[in-house]
């Protein structure tokens, strides 16, 4: 999902940079309130340079990153997940790939517009009656939801590419979109992996203070 440098001219990035800052703005009173969210923004962003640093490679005209979208985004809540996706690019661009810094709106708002649209649509819905017992019905919701953020994904990518500086060959982009096929295969056995493994905690773990702050609330029960 990074869009490397070049591709984007100047003044289109700082369109990028005020789209950015105006979803911020109206995002983060919601998340400073509660020093619990500010926790789980923390530790989302700290998942998800983990989990783009394990996998990553160049496939055609952008970058092929292991998100691992949905297990932030049901362990720790959606403005943590906001938050910690921008979070996130900004460590890696300051520790890692100093190069990405130059279009960090852009890569931001191709993680964080997708995720919005997601939540609103159907996300926010999961999150407040949770995935339900049955483990093949709770399967079948991390994909779907996977692959609505995917196809959102991808879309912004091939956003940025129509109005970059270069002309980018269909060929190109349609191979980067397949790419991201394999994560809405993975991803929901990650997903569901994830969330069994805290039911599975003991209820004294599951009850704790510590556990209760580091997970969206209905998560740690």
């Known amino acids: 999902m990074h869009i490397e440098p070049g591709w984007i001219a100047e003044p289109k990035i ?12 109206r995002h983060a009173w919601p998340l400073l309130r509660d020093p619990s969210q500010v926790l ?3 530790l989302a962003a700290v998942f998800f340079t983990v989990c783009m640093q394990i996998a990553h490679t160049k496939v055609g005209p ?24 921008i979070l996130g690019l900004v460590f ?8 990405d810094l130059v279009h960090l709106p852009v890569n931001s708002l191709s993680l964080v517009l997708p995720l919005i649209a997601m939540h609103w649509m ?13 483990l093949g019905a709770a399967a079948r919701e991390v994909a779907g939801l996977d692959a609505m953020y995917y196809l959102g994904v991808t879309a912004m990518v091939g ?37 069994l493994a805290v039911k599975g905690l003991p209820q004294g773990w599951r009850d704790s203070r510590v556990l209760r702050a580091c997970l969206r609330p209905a998560q740690a029960h």
């Open 14 to 25: 700082q369109w990028a940079w005020a789209a950015l800052a105006a979803v911020v703005a």
């Open 40 to 42: 789980r923004a923390v």
């Open 62 to 85: 952008s970058e092929l990153h292991f998100i691992a979208a949905l297990p932030i985004y049901l362990s720790f809540g959606f403005l943590p997940t906001l938050f910690g996706f």
């Open 92 to 99: 890696q661009g300051l520790v890692f790939e100093p190069q």
């Open 122 to 134: 159907r996300g926010r819905e999961v999150l407040a009656q949770g995935l339900g017992r049955r």
């Open 159 to 195: 956003f940025w590419l129509s109005i970059g500086n270069t002309v980018t060959p269909l060929a190109d982009f349609a191979r980067f979109a397949l790419s991201y096929s394999l994560w809405i295969v993975v991803e929901p056995v990650l997903t569901t992996s994830v969330l």
